[in-house]
């Protein structure tokens, strides 16, 4: 049995004496040096970590030999003492020298945190080169100007290793290394030694890269933070540049107190968090890791926690910030600064746990949060408004009901409700920001179905759909009926003003709020059914958003034509009377009309607002397009969809006739029906004479059935026993495809070159899944630079690739096999079915048949990271 | 206009433009590109680009190789902000240029031209930083939702242009592939009519870029340009005109299966989850057969097939997308259907590629414009007719049929020197209270 001594040791650091608590009373065994390391017990056997003390006067003699085990229960108690249990036995070492304790204890330390990894066995945890890693085998070079290129190079080399990177942390940290290094920037400026001033800036940045917290918290602690930053503003990358760190982070300026925060502690912690961003955003933006960025991330995030905590349980600190306020004496930059100051706090409170982050705002709200945000809104300082709109925002994200709450009791005490506060600034405010601000937030305090943000939605109206079942509060209730009463006039004159309105020609500040109201009111019309019907009906709505068709802004026609387009696909039976009744889609018609010759964004707009008018769904709105504008439909019949919907109503006498079986198959056709809708996509002679001559060719092709649909819609013969549900391809989408054979892939072909049967997000899809967005915005990582890193680990999963890949081949041949019959052989597995999973075929080509499977959870992405391999 | 010319100058010297002013190009831009169509036309010579980033010094590098605004003509294919710490600069220099030279340069959207990335990748904090208020940020999410979604070029000539004072470019040369200082990296010959293996011209050059590596005779299946891994181009007759490029930011869509259809979206929208628009500015081409989940969470991966059918189908010969980094600057796939093109060197300033230019030139004969003016009737049969059934693909054609592609030159080019730009940081918070 041999003691192997630690490599580098310098024994004298380590003298020591042995105690042993025998009857309640330190026994003292002798005075000694001690060593910690792997000890060889048998040779077969792995090392054991011991603690060892020599005594001084007979150095064969031992003191102490332990082993350390897991639940020895090794502490260190002040800067000198480690005491343990040894066998039962309490036990302490007294050292002489804090340092030799502190070296002793890493050892221990680290075998403990080994032992609590391997959670079991000492066996593969501890491996030999542990010992050499030992903090106490760092020896750092003098902090001299002198040795810079030695320090550059020994911290360099030392975190290239993770257990180096380690040991390096530790040893700067246990030395106060930075607190040498920062007079020598000093020095090296004296003497405009540039070369010097470069190594230094290295150095720090390895320092800081070491990513180790308590380094970094040291580093921007007020006694090293100018040296380090100062360091770094000579960037060797940057030769003829210096940057002015110091002068930025020392301007004391920066820091506003508008209540003075008595705590020197938290005060420090403010300032910290300060410079950590600083760090974070300007020293280290170009050259900062992910590791480094999030350890940054989350000091700043507990800092700010701790701080907020610490302000929202300061008794009287709350009372004092509000009474700013309530002084009429109080000068306007204080009470400027307070706004801001409680936007800062919300900002922040954004990241606090549920419970305390409502402890907080309760708490605000009680002192009379209300009142500020009253205040903030009609401030002449556009930075303050936003500061009101911002902390309302913020609020209303985390429980719109609080908010609901003191605007409820402002009805009943028949005080203006807070909404009505902000339909006024909404209609004279200025500010872009703060007008998009308040629509959200007049959206989410009038949506009847109680907390949440609905996800964002910024186009179709399925929104409403699965709530409306949802019991309303009677709160709520109340709220709605007073804004239906009193306010929606008020929110809604810009449009409403519209009718005695002589010309539609408006100036900068009112043709801004159209967009705005037609945004608000699609979401009420979605979320207040019978109260939005009446005051649409009542007012007379489409026509005043009919009369925007008339400006000469296109971005204003847009809007109409938004509007329109939402009342249609909310397929309720109630708007589509309105639109007919109001005579609406005759000027839409007359703007696609007017524009089509050019292919622009107002074209594009009223193309897809007709084909989501489903002809063979809404047939009302169909009819009353037919019997109103025959003549304009006539004119645009170059465009399939329209001469589809004319054809259409002709051959079913005004869509008095249809089959049944075919009926559901027809409904669900004009979602996508976009074949060429562009007017010189018309089909030309040859194509016209190709869908006519169709019939015959079908007897020869078995698979045909289901395209027996010439272009205009209508069957060629009754279809047999096609009563499909969820086949969603639309059969009339062949023709999409220009083709001018007649060859006998043409069935085929005119299948497969169907669009996917999803019908386009804007018409028919599903509402965006907030999943979908979490994982992008999760996932955007993947980005190309992710992948540029990722690359490898890609590589090493490609059996996994291979084997999707095989599938896919599967899946496609099975899909070629099938050839027509594929679509009805999925009827008997509706959309969904499969655990949430929607498939999508994707036919493209009579060789090249393709089904992709879009699930609509994580797995999908997981299902594809395999496929990634490919490359 | 001088007002406008101000702005640019200022932007140039990467200063930002007073929030009136943002706004005020905001509203110009806006009646510009509600004038556009989903798909914009372009005609050739033009010169596409992919990704910038916000790399605003990156940015002048990129003018500076590839001659400035309005004397070349170019195309940018979105992701001009996030990551980057000048989007806002960026950007709005591309939009001043757009308003001052509408016909010289097009801007199409990218993915991260949306409310909801810019939040997360930089351009909204970085407005935050620089206004105080999020509003310049509002005024551009704005402009981004009029942002065209592709665009088409035509007339593009399968010769390349001759520069002044260059190597003679021969009429065979398919693809050459030039450093920032305007020297020859290598050159690529067409494949002949029968078939035979494309050649690589070696030009005699100084330049020290890594991906002018394949320096060697080419492998006899691997016939592209470096880092392209694809074979030139194939099938196609000498003389024959190049046929129409599809520029967009991401890739193509299975809801999308012809050009047009893209122009039957109302495009004025945040970027969707999914649906067609969304699958424009996510997918990826991928190695794959047919399509593939991505692995991005929207949009779909997407192999070469598909790519053959679709170029097939609308008549092209090239489908030019951004949207990946590659650290050659570009990369061609799917035997040259489709390339990604890269424009921001130095990613994120630390991943170390290059970025590159694609530059097409205009074809003199008459030819190319002729049979495939985008939009035309029957446009996807635009001079095939009596070659047999088109529209109908059968599988020799995959084999067989490739549409001989426009001549391309490559620019490949470095970030810019760091002493040109000063420190790339982001602006501090100016005053703070917690």
Partial sequence: ?871 | MSDLDRAIAQLRACRPIPENEVRELCHKARELLIEEGNVVTVNAPVTICGDIHGQFHDLMELFRVGGDVPDTNYLFMGDFVDRGFYSLESFLLLLCLKVRYPDRMTLIRGNHESRQITTVYGFYDECLRKYGSANVWRYCCDVFDYLALGAIVLGASNTLSQPAGSVPVGEDVEIEVCNADQQIISRFLRKGPNGAMGQQQQQPTTNGFSESGSSGPPAPTNTGPPGSGASGASGGSIGNPAGAVLCVHGGLSPLIDNVDKIRLLDRKQEVPHEGAMCDLLWSDPDEIDGWGLSPRGAGFLFGADIVKVFNHRNDLSLIARAHQLVMEGFKEMFDASIVTVWSAPNYCYRCGNVAALLELSEDDSGLGVLARSNGDVNRSDGGMGGQGPRGVLMENDLLGYNRAGPARRYRVFQAAPQDSRGMPAKKPVADYFL
Wanted: charged share 25%.
């Fill in chain 1, 1 to 871: 049995m041999m003691a192997q001594p630690v490599p580098h040791q310098t024994a004298d650091k380590k003298r020591v004496k042995v105690y042993e608590l025998r009857n309640n009373d330190w026994f003292d065994r002798g005075t000694g040096f001690c060593t910690a390391c792997f000890v060889t017990i048998q040779e077969d056997q792995p090392k054991e970590p011991r603690v060892i003390v020599q005594s001084e006067d007979q150095p064969d003699r031992l003191l102490l030999e332990t082993k350390i085990v897991k639940d020895d229960g090794f502490q260190k108690q002040q800067d000198t003492l480690i005491v343990w249990t040894d066998n039962g036995v309490d036990m302490a070492l007294s050292f002489q020298e804090a340092d030799g304790c502190q070296a002793i204890w890493k050892f221990i330390d680290n075998v403990q945190q080994q032992f609590q990894a391997a959670m079991g066995g000492p066996d593969d945890g501890l491996s030999d080169d542990l010992g050499m890693d030992m903090p106490a085998a760092i020896q750092l070079p003098p902090a001299e100007l002198g040795a810079l290129i030695d320090i550059e190079n020994t911290l360099r080399n030392l975190s290239q290793s993770p257990s180096g990177r380690d040991a390096l942390a530790k040893a700067i940290m246990s030395e106060d290394y930075i607190a040498k290094l920062i007079p020598l920037v000093e020095m090296a400026e004296d003497l405009e030694s540039l070369g010097d001033l470069h190594h230094l800036c290295n150095i720090m940045k390895t320092v800081v890269l070491l990513n180790d917290t308590a380094l970094i918290e040291h580093a921007v602690s007020d006694e090293c933070v100018l040296g380090v930053v100062g360091a770094m503003e000579y960037d060797p990358d940057f030769p003829t540049h210096k940057a002015n760190h110091r002068q930025w982070l020392n301007d004391q300026g920066r820091y506003k107190e508008v209540v003075r925060i008595q705590d020197d502690q938290v005060r420090r912690k403010i300032h910290q968090t300060y410079r950590l961003q600083y760090l974070k955003d300007v020293v280290l933006a170009r050259i900062l890791d992910d590791p480094t960025f999030s350890v940054l991330n989350s000091l700043i995030f507990f800092n700010q926690v701790d701080i907020l905590q610490h302000l929202h349980m300061t008794p009287g600190f709350m009372t004092d910030l509000f009474a700013v306020f309530g002084d009429p004496n109080e000068k306007p930059l204080r009470k400027k600064e307070a706004v801001l100051f409680i936007q800062q706090c919300c900002a922040i409170s954004k990241n606090l746990q549920p419970p305390a982050r409502q402890g907080l705002y309760s708490n605000f709200l009680q002192q009379g949060l209300l009142s500020v945000i009253n205040f903030g809104l009609r401030h002449p300082d556009a930075s303050v408004r936003v500061g009101a709109t911002d902390i309302l925002g913020s609020i209303l994200e985390f429980d719109p009901s609080m908010i609901r709450k003191t605007i409820y009791e402002q009805i009943q005490r028949k005080t203006p409700p807070l909404t009505d506060s902000l339909i006024d600034l909404l209609l004279v405010e200025v500010d872009l920001g703060i007008k998009s601000q308040l629509t959200e937030s007049l959206k989410v305090l009038l949506d009847p179905n109680g907390p949440g943000v609905p996800p964002p939605d910024t186009r179709d109206g399925f929104m409403g759909k699965g709530r409306q079942h949802v019991a309303i509060d009677p709160q709520q209730e109340v709220f709605l009926t007073h804004f239906y009463e009193h306010s929606a006039i008020k929110l809604f004159k810009p449009l409403l003003d519209l009718e005695k309105r002589p010309t539609m020609k408006f100036n900068a500040l009112e043709d801004g709020i159209f967009g705005y109201l037609n945004e608000i009111l699609c979401f009420y019309i979605r979320h207040h059914h019978h109260r939005s019907k009446f005051f649409v009906l009542q007012n007379n709505i489409a026509q005043r958003f009919g009369q925007l068709l008339a400006c000469k802004e296109k971005h204003l026609q847009l809007v109409a034509i938004r509007f329109f387009r939402h009342l249609v696909l909310l397929r309720d039976e109630f708007y589509s009377k309105h639109l007919a009744e109001k005579r609406v889609l005759g000027p839409v018609l007359d703007t696609l009309l007017r524009t089509l010759p050019r292919d622009n964004l107002l074209a594009s707009a009223c193309l897809d607002f007709f084909t989501s008018i489903n002809y063979e769904g809404d047939r009302d709105l169909a009819k009353h397009i037919m019997e109103n504008y025959r003549e304009k439909i006539v004119a645009l019949s170059h465009i399939d969809y329209f001469r589809g919907m004319m054809c259409r109503y002709d051959q079913s006498q005004g869509y008095t006739i249809s089959e049944p079986d075919e009926e559901e198959e027809m409904a669900r056709r004009p979602a996508h029906a976009g074949r060429g809708m562009m007017e010189h996509l018309t089909v030309d002679q040859a194509q016209e004479e190709y869908w006519n001559t169709s019939d015959d060719d079908e007897e020869n092709h078995p698979a045909g059935p289901e395209m027996r649909l010439l272009p205009n819609g209508a069957p060629a013969k009754p279809l047999v026993e096609y009563t499909s549900d969820d086949d969603e391809d639309g059969s009339g989408d062949a023709v999409m495809t220009p083709v001018d054979s007649t060859s006998t892939e043409d069935e085929a072909s005119k299948e497969n070159q169907r669009p996917p049967s999803t019908p386009p997000t804007a018409t028919g899809g599903p509402p965006p899944e907030r999943l979908s967005e979490k994982r992008r915005r999760e996932e955007d990582e993947d980005d190309a630079l992710d992948k540029l890193m990722q690359h490898k680990r890609r590589n090493s999963s490609s059996a996994g690739s291979n084997s999707s890949l095989s599938a896919g081949i599967l899946r496609k041949k099975q899909s070629f096999n099938n050839g027509g019959a594929k679509s009805r052989s999925r009827e008997g597995s509706p959309n969904g079915a499969s655990g949430g999973q929607k498939k999508i075929s994707i036919s493209i080509g009579p060789v090249l048949k393709t089904a992709a499977v879009r699930a609509s959870s994580p797995g999908r992405a997981q299902a594809t990271a395999a496929d990634e391999n490919g490359k």
